[in-house]
T-cell receptor, first 115, second 112 residues
């Protein structure tokens, strides 16, 4: 089935460690996005990518890094520089920047807990 | 970037219509209005989108004001499964700057 997959669903890490969250899509979408959601809050954009080998900072990029080496993959690394990394992370994809009137598809999220 | 404003929460009785408002007074002429909803501990799902004309699909209707500074998502008969946080967002920008920026969301409670 086509879709967007995030793994793992739950992730625990010790403070000071970098951790990479996986996001894969088989929808042949050009655009991919990473969001962070804190309890009771809305979604905040971390990074987004409209094409392979290109990405842009969102509203809260500090302490995060991404890569887009392949069209279907957009991993997010939460670095030790991120002061409050515990959150629910959501990945999304959409057909591309040339087409604005299309929907975005979201993964089921990764809940990261840093202890 | 154009921003949206929504009420924090709304309540509805089951099987009654629900009108969820969204203000986007700084919308640009090329911005599309999208609605998504999110159930607890899940990723958001697409509901509907539009540019200028009112839109209908199997899930909902979208009414867009003539000046495009506001819109309303209409659920014709709310069910318990419609209880979720509803986000109104604008698809902004062109080229590689295009992104999805979420508003505050409205938490819809549906009661029997």
């Amino acid at each position: 089935d086509g879709g967007i997959t995030q793994s793992p669903k739950y992730l625990f890490r010790k403070e000071g460690q970098n951790v990479t969250l996986s996001c894969e899509q088989n929808l042949n979408h050009d655009a991919m996005y990473w969001y962070r959601q804190d309890p009771g809050q809305g979604l905040r954009l971390i990074y987004y990518s409209q094409i392979v080998n290109d990405f842009q900072k969102g509203d809260i990029a500090e302490g995060y890094s991404v890569s887009r080496e392949k069209k279907e993959s957009f991993p997010l690394t939460v670095t030790s520089a991120q002061k409050n990394p515990t959150a629910f992370y959501l990945c999304a994809s959409s057909p591309g920047y040339r087409v604005k009137n299309t929907e975005a598809f979201f993964g089921q999220g990764t809940r990261l807990t840093v202890v | 970037d154009a921003k949206t404003t929504q009420p924090n929460s709304m309540e509805s009785n089951e099987e009654e219509p629900v009108h969820l408002p969204c203000n986007h007074s700084t919308i640009s002429g090329t911005d599309y209005i999208h609605w998504y909803r999110q159930l607890p501990s899940q990723g958001p799902e697409y509901v509907i989108h539009g540019l200028t004309s009112n839109v209908n699909n199997r899930m909902a209707s979208l009414a867009i004001a003539e000046d495009r500074k506001s819109s309303t998502l209409i659920l014709h008969r709310a069910t318990l499964r419609d209880a979720a946080v509803y986000y109104c967002i604008l698809r902004s920008g062109w080229g590689t700057a295009s992104k999805l920026t979420f508003g505050t969301g409205t938490r819809l409670q549906v009661t029997l």
